[in-house]
């Protein structure tokens, strides 16, 4: 899917790109660069035009360290709850790279875009850390423990440390639609943009192990529980400062 997603993409702006050699439009002919901020966090991008009707982008979001702190239940192998919780970190850090080739319907009388592609990287969303003196103790005793995080169980090692996490796919179509001209007619514009990456379910994993197996009989109802069941899509929301180069 990807590889044929790229071909796609290639092909189509190569032929575009020939097409518009001998007019205004064109890859390099056209220029800009935006700086944005949003629920991907903050980015930067280059963007060129290929014809009046079409718009290439490249670019970089980066995600700030962002955390929240909660608790989590214990459980080991045996099937036995353990009394207490672990103080856990979730993490939103992450850094993402986009392609995205934007459709201007109606370019003489309104900035109003359709924009797709996709992202990659930042697969990784949420990185969940956490230690106990308690059950290290029992770890170190022969008990096999881990906090619960849904339906699943990231292990607790001998030292009391716990890390992983939650991930998607590290490829992810994206489709938005916005207002504001990728390549602003003056010097400086500003530009709106609401759309979604597709991520599909995201999927818990542990450090050294990788994805873990959703645990059989377990009923939970907390809300990791709860976001990672129903967060199939990322939302995106993001507002750019764009400027023109060429």
Known sequence: MRKGFLALCLALFTAIS????????????????????????????????????LSVRAGLDLMPD????TDANVSGDDG?????????????????LSFKLDCYPFPNSSSFFLTAGAVFGGDK????TGHSDEFAALVAMGNELGIEIGDYRIPIDKNGNV????????????????????????RIGFRFELGAQIHGKPKVYADGI????????????????????????????KFSLRGRIL
Do not use: H, W
């Open 163 to 186: 890390a992983g996490g939650v991930k998607v796919s590290g490829f992810r179509p994206y489709f938005g639609l916005g207002f504001g001209r990728l390549i602003p007619k003056k």
């Open 18 to 53: 020939v097409s518009a050699q001998e007019s205004k439009y064109g890859i390099a002919n056209r220029v800009g660069v935006g700086v944005s901020a949003g629920t991907e966090g903050v980015g930067f991008d280059l963007s060129t035009c290929l014809t009046k009707y």
């Open 125 to 128: 969303v949420i990185k969940i």
């Open 80 to 96: 036995m709850d353990y009394s207490g919780t672990v103080d856990i970190k979730g993490a939103l850090k992450r850094t993402q």
């Open 210 to 237: 990788g994805d873990l197996n959703e645990l059989l009989g377990q009923d939970s109802d907390d809300d990791v529980s709860k976001l990672i069941d129903k967060l199939t899509v990322y939302p995106v929301l």
């Open 66 to 69: 962002f955390s929240i702190n």
